[in-house]
């Protein structure tokens, strides 16, 4: 929790460009990265390996699809942006957070 609050003190005065070109940047690593993240996550957990491969690209194109949405908050606030997936925006200012949030 200290460092969300210590990192706020600079990510607060980011511009919406800014706070895009992390998401982008942590996308391309994502990809970059892909068979070493699906291979930890399936020994973490057991998933098989080809399902863990197919998550990071539908999460490399989330983190792209929110990267856009940064940059265009008047935008559709929801749509299929890749097959079979619906992204959306929500409006709900909760401060500070580091979240993964799964729906499955």
């Given at each position: 929790?200290?460092?969300?609050?210590?990192?706020?003190?600079?990510?607060?005065?980011?511009?919406?460009?800014?706070?895009?070109?992390?998401?982008?940047?942590?996308?391309?690593?994502?990809?970059?990265?892909?068979?070493?993240?699906?291979?930890?996550?399936?020994?973490?957990?057991?998933?098989p390996?080809?399902?863990?491969?197919?998550?990071?690209?539908?999460?490399?194109?989330?983190?792209?699809?929110?990267?856009?949405?940064?940059?265009?908050?008047?935008?559709?606030?929801?749509?299929?942006?890749?097959?079979?997936?619906?992204?959306?925006?929500?409006?709900?200012?909760?401060?500070?957070?580091?979240?993964?949030?799964?729906w499955?």
């Amino acid at each position: 929790m200290n460092a969300a609050r210590q990192a706020q003190e600079t990510w607060r005065f980011s511009t919406l460009a800014q706070r895009s070109e992390v998401l982008l940047r942590l996308a391309d690593l994502v990809e970059e990265h892909t068979q070493e993240l699906a291979e930890l996550e399936s020994q973490n957990v057991g998933k098989p390996l080809a399902q863990a491969l197919e998550e990071n690209t539908i999460t490399a194109d989330n983190l792209r699809f929110f990267a856009a949405a940064a940059r265009c908050l008047e935008g559709r606030p929801a749509g299929e942006y890749l097959d079979g997936y619906t992204s959306m925006l929500r409006g709900v200012p909760v401060g500070v957070v580091g979240q993964i949030a799964p729906w499955n």
